[in-house]
């Protein structure tokens, strides 16, 4: 390949081993060049954006000082992990990330060895460098160096703190380096926020501590139990002085910092003389979200994944959307406030994503009705089963695959006591360009085995407000609605707010030969089957619209099941327990024998692309609904 003459630095790395070869100085000059790179190729392919550009000397400074792919990075949620997927032999393949077949959207094992664990949700990366760390040790790889990068967003997830606890109790040599950024995707909120902000500690007195350590286990003084009764006093000693407990140092985690993430040089050198120390350690950086790209340190969370922009002005390239339907985010973030205006009782809660599932409308309006916990999914379900039980009524906001973290939640604090907590999952189905750790295809399967929960999904924008005003009306209990990401059928989307009897479906469409059954919006796709196969075949094809998985219509099931020999199902979800299977459950305990065939996400996790090359590989896009229905 030509060489690049923009990158003259970047261009010679292929891998951190090229990187190692260069001098310490010239090592700012490969973080303005990745910086650019970055910049270069989102400004028009689309992606995380100010993530990536706030870790760009964090991740220069890891692969220059540690020996990767041998040591471990193990790197929490992975929106931040451009810059190390081009330092890791992804360079000139980087325009092809996030597009079908392309390079995948976050870390992964399967694509690269320097990708040390899955990541896509957050809060993981200290228990899985935890594990990591302990699997060394075990098999005796003492020079083998894990490193977890975990932000101060993620660190307010309980899998976090559960894995700082095990660190400290743990024989390991982990280092965690803690990115505080003062981000989430919003703002970060609660008191380890605050906490972090605040923290302080001497580098002086750390550096005449380790000199210290290693002259007494020189001289044989300090050995493993001694260290940890002097780490206790030391630290009791410290918080005594600096009138202030450090939480880290509590839990016997060494910790240095805070200091500054965007000085490379600095970094590089700090990496260097607390690697080989014994012990869990956790290093404190304070860096830009956005940094090196104004418009982004000014506004990070709209900078978080802004779509296309120009990269000279800062000016970011907004498709026109006149005239077209709105998002369904968008229609939940306004038919919330109508109904809090009307209901004193409804509150909204969200971990971390006021603006991503648009729960900002209220909260602008209604601070005191919303309430963004962090990220912190189990959290956010048990507290809606708190404020349920004493009177209130909970629009809990969490995208679908995000919800697979409060399973247990969901069953023993809110479904077990019929608890009025309204569960709105957004980015439910397929979702395109982010892949497999964040498709919603599971909920349907996953939710439809817990009892007294009610089961909705919207066929399109005017059925979305009609179950949220059905959910929250008087003794309705636990009630989860799935709706996806993008945007909507109905242009003129407002309508008057009207309930749904539970449990009733909808016949969309008259037919005599084959009888399809639908759930949600995948049943726009499948009027287009319909038609078109008709027109086709001659053939009078059915349209049901189930709206509700749980409880099914049982009614309109068994006129199915009298009247009909072929049954299609089709579903943003996945086969294996979802709706397809409920109905061959109910035709097979009510005596009735058609032949189904069932449409939906496959038993393989779906890569990533557009949501509609998606649909298509799966064979939910409109022409293979049609020849499915055309094979009857």
């Known amino acids: 390949m030509e060489q690049d003459n923009s990158y003259p630095l970047l261009t010679n790395i292929d891998t951190p081993v090229d990187l190692r070869k260069l001098k310490l100085e010239q090592l700012p000059e490969v973080c303005t060049e990745l910086r650019q790179k970055i910049i270069d190729e989102l400004s028009c392919n689309p992606g995380h954006f100010a993530s990536s550009l706030g870790v760009i000397e964090l991740t220069v400074a890891l692969h220059y000082v540690f020996n990767t792919p041998y040591d471990r990075i193990v790197w929490d949620v992975g929106h931040q992990a451009y810059g190390h997927k081009i330092l890791t032999g992804r360079r000139d393949a980087f325009h092809t990330n996030r597009k079908l077949n392309g390079i995948r959207p976050f ?29 060394a040790k075990h098999k005796g790889e003492d020079n083998r160096h894990v490193v977890a990068v975990i932000g101060d967003g993620s660190m307010s997830g309980g899998l976090a703190f559960e894995g700082l606890n095990n ?22 909120v609660g008191g380890m926020k605050q906490y972090l902000l605040n923290l302080q500690t001497s580098e002086s007195y750390n550096r005449f501590r380790f000199k210290i350590a290693r002259l007494l286990e020189k001289w044989g003084i300090l050995n493993e139990k001694r260290r940890k009764s002097l780490i206790r006093f030391n630290n009791s000693l410290k918080s005594m002085l600096a009138q202030q407990q450090n939480v880290f140092e509590g839990m016997n985690i060494r910790y240095f910092g805070p200091i500054d993430g965007h000085d490379v040089n600095g970094l590089a050198k700090v990496l260097k003389d607390i690697k080989d120390m014994q012990g869990p350690k956790l290093l404190h950086i304070h860096t830009t979200k956005g940094k090196g790209f104004e418009p982004a340190e000014k506004a990070a969370t709209i900078w978080h994944a802004p779509g296309k922009f120009d990269k000279e002005t800062g000016e970011r390239i907004v498709s026109d959307t006149e005239g077209m339907p709105p998002l369904y985010q968008d229609v939940f973030g306004h038919t919330l406030l109508e109904l809090a205006k009307q209901n004193d009782k409804i509150v909204g809660v969200t971990p971390a994503m006021p603006s991503g599932c648009s729960m900002n409308i209220l909260m602008k309006e209604m601070p005191d009705r919303g309430f963004d916990v962090g990220i912190a999914e189990g959290h956010a379900v048990t507290f809606s089963g708190g404020m349920a039980k004493d009177g209130l009524i909970p629009f809990c906001n969490i995208y679908s695959s995000f919800m697979q973290r409060a399973y247990d939640n969901i069953i023993h604090d809110v479904a077990l006591h019929k608890q009025h907590v309204v569960f709105c999952l957004d980015r439910a189905g397929l979702v395109g360009e982010d892949g497999p750790t964040h498709h919603g295809v599971f909920d349907l399967a996953y939710l439809r085995s817990i009892p007294n929960l009610t089961i909705a999904s919207p066929l399109n924008e005017h059925e979305l407000r009609k179950l949220m005003y059905t959910a929250q ?38 037919g005599k030969d084959i009888a399809v059954l639908t759930i949600g919006p995948i049943g726009n796709e499948a009027m287009k089957a319909i038609a078109s196969a008709e027109a086709k075949s001659g053939k009078s094809i059915a349209h049901y619209d189930l709206r509700f998985l749980k409880p099914l219509d049982e009614q309109m099931l068994d006129e199915i099941g ?33 032949k189904i065939h069932r449409i939906g996400i496959p038993d393989s996790f779906v890569q990533h692309g557009t949501p509609n090359e998606l649909y298509k590989i799966c064979g939910m896009d409109a022409t293979s609904i049609e020849n499915v229905l055309l094979s009857f």
């Open 167 to 188: 660190a400290s109790s743990t024989p390991n040599n982990l280092l965690i380096i803690l990115n505080d950024n003062d981000m989430a995707i919003d703002r970060s």
């Open 107 to 135: 870390p992964s094992p399967k694509e690269s060895e320097y990708d040390t664990f899955t990541c896509g949700h957050a809060s993981n990366s200290i228990s899985a460098a935890l594990g990591m760390a302990v699997a």
């Open 473 to 510: 009306l008087p003794d309705k209990g636990p009630f989860a609605i799935r709706y996806p990401r993008g945007r909507g059928a109905l242009v003129d989307w407002e309508c008057p707010l009207e309930e749904i009897q539970i449990g009733k479906g909808q016949k969309l469409k008259e």
């Open 562 to 594: 009298q009247n009909y020999q072929f049954i299609v199902t089709v579903e943003d979800g996945v086969l294996k327990g979802g709706m397809g299977s409920a109905i061959l459950e109910y035709m097979s305990d009510h005596g009735y024998s058609p």
